[in-house]
């Protein structure tokens, strides 16, 4: 009985999520806004908690707000403005070049290189210019494009899923056992194809090379996976399972959004 409230309960914590992110990134872009800007400060509040149970050093949240804010407002502007299209350029690329030492720390068991660093830097890097990122290609040019912020959030959903069932099916080979006992070599394969399969129909309604098609088809996926790993690796250093508690039988925004969150710096390169 209390199994089948759980699952219940878990089912309609995803109806929800899902309802929400749907229609609030997809209905106009004010619905967008409030919803980005809303996971936006709530992300930054579980950041703050993780830090707090995993190393007791942290800042006040506006320290992280401000911090946060300043770099998501720099994408946010300066892609308002073609004359400064290069900068944002330069500054995706140092984004993706932080979000791969990032995980290459994690990876080689290297991750006190990464968590050593100034917690409100982290989270400027990593929850400031992810937003950032998907504002310049979301809303910064002035041209609100509903069907593409959706393509990447159904690509992600479709690699989560298919990462899923082919790993819980076929699932042999781990991936990285330090880093994650249960996701297997065959379940990343399995959203990698999933997702391309996403990309492929998006495809259709937007002209695309098979270069950016495989492009898309695997940075999607695979940052995706990096996002959701480094946020497991700050919920261990917590000892704690999830990263909140606002989604009922899901946890928290961080939970739900890592992998989101995370690829949206190469997503942003690939299109601007």
Not at 109 to 124: C, D, I, L
Not at 250 to 256: A, E, F, K, S
Request: charged share 15%.
């Amino acid at each position: 009985m209390k199994q089948m409230k759980g699952i219940r309960l878990r089912i309609w914590g995803a109806l929800a999520y899902g309802a929400i992110m749907i229609l609030g990134l997809g209905w106009n872009i004010w619905s967008f806004q409030v919803v980005m800007l809303t996971f936006f400060f709530i992300s930054i509040y579980e950041f703050r908690n993780l830090e707090k149970l995993g190393t007791g050093v942290y800042y006040k949240y506006g320290v992280y707000v401000l911090a946060s804010l300043s770099v998501s407002g720099f994408f946010f502007f300066s892609a308002a403005s073609l004359s400064f299209s290069l900068l944002v350029k330069i500054a995706l690329i140092l984004g993706v070049t932080h979000h791969i030492y990032a995980f290459a720390t994690l990876w080689f068991g290297k991750e006190e290189w990464y968590f050593s660093w100034p917690s409100w830097f982290r989270a400027a890097m990593y929850i400031g210019l992810s937003f950032g990122a998907l504002f310049t290609y979301s809303v910064g040019l002035m041209v609100y494009e509903p069907g593409l912020i959706l393509f990447v959030l159904f690509a992600i959903w479709a690699a989560d899923i298919g990462a899923y069932f082919v790993g819980s099916q076929l699932g042999r080979t781990p991936l990285h056992k330090r880093l994650s006992p249960k996701k297997t070599v065959e379940g990343l394969i399995g959203g990698i194809l999933s997702s391309m399969i996403i990309v492929v129909a998006y495809s259709f309604f937007r002209d695309m090379s098979v270069l950016r098609i495989l492009s898309f088809g695997l940075v999607i996926p695979i940052s995706g996976t990096m996002g959701d790993l480094l946020v497991s690796a700050y919920k261990r250093r917590a000892l704690v399972k999830d990263s909140g508690k606002i989604i009922p039988g899901h946890g928290g925004i961080l939970d739900r959004i890592d992998a989101y969150l995370y690829c949206q710096p190469f997503v942003a390169y690939l299109l601007f």
